[in-house]
């Protein structure tokens, strides 16, 4: 597969999954209330996150440098995922379209096997499991010689980390909530798992990486992933805490509400 397609068929991607969005928030606002600058500005952050770490020098450096993967690892599997959480997507969607495809999809949203790849604890499995198979085989050797699974390695690190994330935080109100409690304890064990791993890496480099790229790659998904997930347990607290405080105003004007 030539690599100069691939580059070009995801920058037509990215461009798409960006206007997809300016489009939606378009058609909301001529129909509905404004919808927030703020969260327009999250998916902004989003997709140029996941296209800094798919297009460009970055991307290229990665191949040869673990360090530089990690970033990617990093902007890509953590930092697009919270981003594009946060501008709230499914609730846009759902504001956007006409009101019979909208009860479609909210019914499509409500099935089974969306509640169970919601649930927090398969998301973390899928999530944090998924990192410990790529870094302890020789799926990341592998993933350098052959593009097709390079695509689906990276695409199955968003997906995860965006599950995982809508899990965690669930902001858009048509994802199935589980209580504080159970969110809070799985994410507390997926930074654990997530933290030994990349200790595990500091002694243990994947297939193919050298001793000193493993050393500071595995330091930098370390601290890297802590100021993330520390963004994470802060939004998970003011949640909590904003959906236990006694209510002040009529249900209809409930602080949670879009």
């Not at 040869?64 to 993967?69: E, I, P, Q, R």
């Not at 390695?153 to 995860?160: C, E, G, N, V």
Request: aromatic share 14%; proline share 5%.
């Amino acid at each position: 597969m030539n690599h100069d397609f691939v580059r070009a068929g995801l920058v037509f991607f990215f461009i798409i999954f960006f206007l997809f969005y300016v489009l939606a928030v378009i058609k909301n606002n001529k129909l509905r209330k404004q919808w927030p600058s703020y969260r327009t500005l999250f998916w902004t952050l989003g997709v140029f996150c996941s296209a800094v770490s798919m297009i460009g020098p970055l991307a290229e450096k990665a191949h040869v440098s673990f360090t530089a993967h990690m970033i990617s690892h990093l902007l890509l599997g953590m930092l697009a995922p919270l981003f594009i959480v946060l501008a709230s997507p499914a609730t846009l969607l759902l504001r956007s379209l006409p009101v019979a495809k909208a009860r479609l999809l909210a019914s499509l949203l409500k099935k089974k096997i969306m509640h169970i790849f919601l649930d927090p604890l398969v998301a973390a499995i899928l999530n944090i499991g998924g990192l410990w198979l790529l870094y302890t085989t020789d799926l990341y050797m592998l993933m350098h010689q052959y593009i097709w699974l390079f695509i689906f390695i990276h695409l199955h690190l968003f997906l995860a980390g965006y599950l995982f994330t809508t899990a965690i935080l669930s902001i858009d109100p048509v994802i199935p909530q589980k209580h504080f409690w159970y969110r809070s304890l799985v994410l507390v064990i997926a930074l654990a798992a997530h933290g030994i791993l990349s200790k595990y890496m500091y002694g243990h480099p994947p297939a193919g990486v050298p001793l000193k790229q493993a050393e500071s790659g595995s330091m930098l998904m370390y601290y890297g992933g802590d100021v993330v997930d520390i963004i994470l347990i802060f939004l998970l607290c003011l949640q909590w805490y904003n959906a236990s405080r006694p209510r002040q105003y009529p249900v209809s004007h409930n602080i949670n509400s879009l």
